[in-house]
T-cell receptor
């Protein structure tokens, strides 16, 4: 079956701009996660949804970052007033509750 | 909060050599443990996982890992590596009942034909 998909695969933006990153989870997976991976590092947790609600957003670095999952399927990660330090690969994963997480290919964000 | 240490940043081996990659975690409670692999140009995929039971777990492609609770370790092993094992390997942990994964910094494995 189809895996987790993320769009766009690459995004280049200028400092101060707003960006949206999209994640389509595996059909039927109730849990959805966002992680951020900087060069030479492992993925870092940002936020986790169970259904439509954010069950844990403790990893969001500041209030410029926000994510939604209005219908319990597709999720959008939104970054306002982007900074150069936001450049990273943003990973999405989905899972059945309390089970392994399946990762998407990521969106590489570059802030100039 | 939990943390994960992978002390080997880059490992270079010849084909048919044996492999052991270290992973230590820091957390006082019950954990689930994972090894993920990222092949060049591909996304993260699960190699193996430990939730409970037999501390020696077997995964795909001949990999195995042993959970040693007293040492807070979950080292990855393979008796004979292949060139196709060249990849980045990540150890990860989550606390029981907590969905978020904490990853180590990864180990880059290069296999020389």
């Amino acid at each position: 079956g189809a895996g987790v998909s993320q769009t766009p695969s690459n995004k280049v933006t200028e400092k101060g701009k707003y960006v949206e990153l999209r994640c389509d989870p595996i059909s039927g997976h109730t849990a959805l996660y966002w992680y951020r991976q900087s060069l030479g590092q492992g993925p870092e947790f940002l936020i986790y949804f169970q259904g439509t609600g954010a069950a844990d957003d403790s990893g969001l670095p500041n209030d410029r970052f926000f994510a939604v999952r209005p219908e319990g399927s597709v999720s959008t990660l939104k970054i306002q007033r982007t900074e150069r330090g936001d450049s990273a690969v943003y990973l999405c994963a989905s899972s059945q509750k309390y089970n392994e997480q399946f990762f998407g290919p990521g969106t590489r964000l570059t802030v100039l | 909060a939990q943390s994960v240490s992978q002390h080997n940043h880059h490992v270079i081996l010849s084909e048919a050599a044996s492999l052991e990659l270290g992973c230590n975690y820091s957390y006082g409670g019950t954990v689930n443990l994972f090894w993920y692999v990222q092949y060049p140009g591909q996304h993260l995929q699960l190699l193996l996982k430990y939730f409970s039971g037999d501390p020696l777990v077997k995964g795909i492609k001949g990999f195995e890992a042993e959970f040693i609770k007293s040492k807070f370790s979950f080292n990855l092993r393979k008796p004979s590596v292949q060139w196709s094992d060249t990849a980045e390997y990540f150890c990860a942990v989550n606390a029981l009942g907590n969905e978020k994964l904490t990853f180590g910094t990864g180990t880059r494995l290069t296999i020389i034909p």
